[in-house]
């Protein structure tokens, strides 16, 4: 009849003298699963499925990032809404900041799609070689997408800048001789003077 002190002890006098036993800790023992199987027995035909779905997984996770940027541009737009069209150090700022992330984000867009692409790290091709596999870059849709989004968000920024009056929009603004456009009214506190 064992007693409690025998449950808890074990021997290692039954193990093998081999370096590379694997030996389990005290009370548990390796429980294969029949029902799954083993890496060492994994068929190509899965290795191949679970390629396919990550690859799947990877393009859906590129439109969501490509997609992401659509998102921001009304709440961006109601921002240079609410900053007013008066040149002051906010309305600019916010302005500027617009510009510069857009041009940013669109020169680094191969930089943002490069964890989604299906190659090595370090192996994108550059250059030429880049323009010339980019037909075939299963990427290009989502890349085109997010270089769009950004295109947006660039043309709200400079709708912006036309709207403060920073654009030269008139032939005043190019050339020295030409009279500045006259304002035909203005308007102080409820009171209206013509100009004329």
């Known amino acids: 009849m064992p007693t409690a002190v025998d449950k808890w002890t074990f021997t290692l006098a ?17 429980v294969q699963d029949a ?3 083993s890496k060492k027995t994994q068929s190509a035909e899965d290795q191949s499925a679970r390629d396919t779905e990550l690859a799947n997984l990877k393009m859906k996770k590129a439109w ?15 921002m240079l809404y609410m900053s007013g069209n008066s040149i002051q150090i906010f309305s600019v700022m916010v302005t500027v900041m617009m510009l510069i992330n857009a041009i940013k984000a ?8 490069e964890r989604f692409s299906s ?8 250059g030429i070689s880049a323009l ?3 037909p075939s870059d299963p990427l290009v849709y989502p890349k085109l997408v997010y270089v769009l989004m ?7 920024g400079v709708w912006k800048c036309g709207a403060m009056g920073l654009l030269p929009t008139t032939t005043s603004d190019w050339l020295a001789f030409m009279e500045p456009k006259k304002a035909l009214e203005h308007a102080f ?6 100009a004329i």
């Open 119 to 126: 190659r090595p790290p370090g192996t994108a091709p550059t």
């Open 64 to 78: 969501e990032t490509a997609i992401a940027v659509g998102k921001s541009i009304p709440m961006n737009a109601f």
């Open 14 to 30: 039954d193990a093998r003298p081999s370096r590379n036993v694997k030996l389990d800790p005290p009370g548990f023992a390796e």
């Open 132 to 134: 010339l596999s980019l």
């Open 106 to 113: 669109i020169l680094n867009t191969n930089t943002v799609f």
């Open 35 to 37: 029902s799954r199987p």
């Open 189 to 194: 506190g409820g009171v209206t003077w013509s």
């Open 150 to 156: 950004q295109c947006g968000c660039l043309a709200l």
